[in-house]
């Protein structure tokens, strides 16, 4: 008996049984963030994390969205009942309907399994772990440079990584040849990560017709295009930015998407998204959903309701009875229109932030070719500046972001354009 007293006083007073567990690196964005935070400088500038930001530097939560959340809590029938493993119903229909257009030959053949994830993230690692499963190629291609998180769904997954080129950083613009040359020699079968618009981290797309050869290329190689799609009408318009997608369901083949509302509606903390596999045929879409659910359910059993009712009333006010329609209440409050306007207007002010760091740039006379800067879409810029340059910012002037000189044009306001330019002047001249 005092032997296993002892053995257990032992236990208790000695080592963690985490002892082993090693520290590990900071992940470098959010890294940035800290620092970010603990910088008492007032001119400190945080351009790193992808979030929209005001004018005056505050959050934004869409009218829209606030008029959605009043419905929401004015609804006395409403409960918090557990959602099914793949989400509320209502919010995957129009999901769907949203990426790939309600007259999609796709939906009305029941070809789609759409099932409610956490963002845009969740998505990706439910398609990667799914892919992982059941689809006989384990090999993934992302565009270089890509998102940082990208590569660990896909190594969390246990699917290999290559990389095709993508960014140029000599025009700071496509490299579009090079894309076609990597995609051309790429085995036949293998899973290509796609974006669908506004690219992180360069902000550069493809045009609608290199699109079209990216899709004959990859259909001819027998490639599979895993989308992310987080910025539809973020960049250009919903049609606009879901064009890729749609081009690649039309051919009447195969392809994953991911959809996220935490840009297009601000919902960032709600986690809101959807994964769609589009299949060839009803069954094959049957089969797949009930595979999805054997991977959710052990993973988080089923999603929040909250975040994805707001998105499900803010889409419905487009459909009625299954029609496609424009509505518009007499009270001009009709919530679909509402988002789309205020997501014109978020695009307008950011390309009118890109157009005014241009040309502050040039009045300086700052070395280099800044014109990227007005090409590039969306939220994100690839500036061009290395890490040194970038160090010099965060040092000399309190200006934050990526080691990778990615800038968050949304986080940029007007006033603040002179001083980032000078800041760059600077370290472009003197790094």
Same mark, same amino acid.
């Given at each position: 008996?005092?032997?296993?007293?002892?053995?257990?006083?032992?236990?208790?007073?000695?080592?963690?049984?985490?002892?082993?567990?090693?520290?590990?690196?900071?992940?470098?964005?959010?890294?940035?963030?800290?620092?970010?935070?603990?910088?008492?400088?007032?001119?400190?500038?945080?351009?790193?994390?992808?979030?929209?930001?005001?004018?005056?530097?505050?959050?934004?939560?869409?009218?829209?969205?606030?008029?959605?959340?009043?419905?929401?809590?004015?609804?006395?029938?409403?409960?918090?009942?557990?959602?099914?493993?793949?989400?509320?119903?209502?919010?995957?229909?129009?999901?769907?309907?949203?990426?790939?257009?309600?007259?999609?030959?796709?939906? !009305?053949? /029941?070809?789609?399994?759409?099932?409610?994830? =956490?963002?845009?993230? @969740?998505?990706?690692?439910? &398609? $990667?772990?799914? #892919?992982?499963?059941?689809?006989?190629?384990?090999?993934?291609?992302?565009?270089?440079?890509?998102?940082?998180?990208?590569?660990?769904?896909?190594?969390?997954?246990?699917?290999?990584?290559?990389?095709?080129?993508?960014?140029?950083? !000599?025009? /700071?613009?496509?490299?579009?040849?090079?894309? =076609?040359?990597?995609? @051309?020699?790429?085995?036949? &079968? $293998?899973?290509? #990560?796609?974006?669908?618009?506004?690219?992180?981290?360069?902000?550069?797309?493809?045009?609608?017709?290199?699109?079209?050869?990216?899709?004959?290329?990859?259909?001819?190689?027998?490639?599979?295009?895993?989308?992310?799609?987080?910025?539809?009408?973020?960049?250009?318009?919903?049609?606009?930015?879901?064009?890729?997608?749609?081009?690649?369901?039309?051919?009447?083949?195969?392809?994953?998407?991911?959809?996220?509302?935490?840009?297009?509606?601000?919902?960032?903390?709600?986690?809101?998204?959807?994964?769609?596999?589009?299949?060839?045929?009803?069954?094959?879409?049957?089969?797949?959903?009930?595979?999805?659910?054997?991977?959710?359910?052990?993973?988080?059993?089923?999603?929040?309701?909250?975040?994805?009712?707001?998105?499900?009333?803010?889409?419905?006010?487009?459909?009625?009875?299954?029609?496609?329609?424009?509505?518009?209440?007499?009270?001009?409050?009709?919530?679909?229109?509402?988002?789309?306007?205020?997501?014109?207007?978020?695009?307008?002010?950011?390309?009118?932030?890109?157009?005014?760091?241009?040309?502050?740039?040039?009045?300086?006379?700052?070395?280099?070719?800044?014109?990227?800067?007005?090409?590039?879409?969306?939220?994100?810029?690839?500036?061009?500046?290395?890490?040194?340059?970038?160090?010099?910012?965060?040092?000399?002037?309190?200006?934050?972001?990526?080691?990778?000189?990615?800038?968050?044009?949304?986080?940029?306001?007007?006033?603040?354009?002179?001083?980032?330019?000078?800041?760059?002047?600077?370290?472009?001249?003197?790094?």
């Amino acid at each position: 008996m005092e032997s296993k007293n002892s053995e257990k006083a032992k236990e208790s007073d000695g080592d963690s049984a985490f002892e082993q567990v090693v520290r590990a690196a900071d992940i470098p964005i959010y890294a940035v963030m800290a620092a970010f935070r603990e910088d008492p400088s007032p001119m400190k500038l945080n351009l790193g994390f992808g979030v929209y930001r005001t004018e005056e530097g505050k959050p934004l939560l869409l009218n829209a969205v606030r008029q959605a959340e009043q419905l929401l809590v004015n609804d006395l029938s409403a409960d918090k009942e557990y959602l099914p493993i793949t989400g509320l119903p209502e919010f995957n229909k129009l999901s769907a309907k949203l990426i790939f257009g309600a007259d999609s030959p796709a939906i !009305k053949e /029941n070809r789609v399994s759409t099932v409610q994830c =956490l963002s845009g993230s @969740g998505s990706l690692r439910i &398609g $990667a772990d799914f #892919l992982a499963k059941h689809y006989y190629q384990h090999t993934v291609y992302l565009s270089q440079p890509t998102y940082g998180n990208h590569p660990n769904f896909f190594a969390a997954a246990g699917l290999a990584m290559k990389t095709y080129h993508y960014y140029d950083p !000599k025009t /700071n613009g496509l490299d579009f040849q090079g894309m =076609l040359q990597d995609l @051309g020699a790429a085995p036949s &079968g $293998a899973i290509v #990560l796609l974006q669908a618009s506004g690219h992180n981290p360069t902000g550069i797309d493809p045009t609608a017709q290199q699109w079209e050869q990216i899709r004959q290329l990859m259909r001819l190689k027998r490639l599979l295009p895993f989308f992310d799609c987080a910025y539809q009408g973020f960049v250009t318009n919903m049609d606009a930015d879901a064009l890729p997608v749609r081009m690649f369901v039309a051919d009447g083949g195969e392809c994953l998407v991911a959809q996220s509302y935490s840009k297009t509606m601000g919902l960032y903390g709600e986690r809101v998204g959807a994964l769609s596999i589009v299949c060839k045929t009803t069954d094959v879409a049957s089969r797949v959903e009930s595979q999805l659910k054997l991977l959710i359910r052990p993973m988080y059993l089923n999603p929040p309701i909250h975040g994805a009712s707001i998105v499900t009333a803010i889409l419905k006010d487009r459909y009625i009875h299954g029609v496609y329609i424009l509505s518009a209440l007499q009270d001009g409050r009709e919530m679909y229109s509402q988002w789309v306007t205020e997501l014109k207007q978020l695009t307008d002010r950011i390309a009118t932030l890109r157009q005014q760091l241009h040309l502050a740039l040039l009045d300086r006379g700052t070395p280099g070719d800044w014109s990227h800067i007005t090409r590039q879409l969306g939220m994100f810029s690839l500036t061009g500046l290395n890490a040194e340059q970038v160090a010099f910012l965060i040092k000399e002037y309190h200006i934050y972001m990526s080691p990778d000189g990615r800038i968050n044009m949304a986080g940029l306001s007007s006033k603040a354009v002179p001083y980032l330019a000078d800041a760059i002047h600077a370290a472009v001249t003197l790094v």
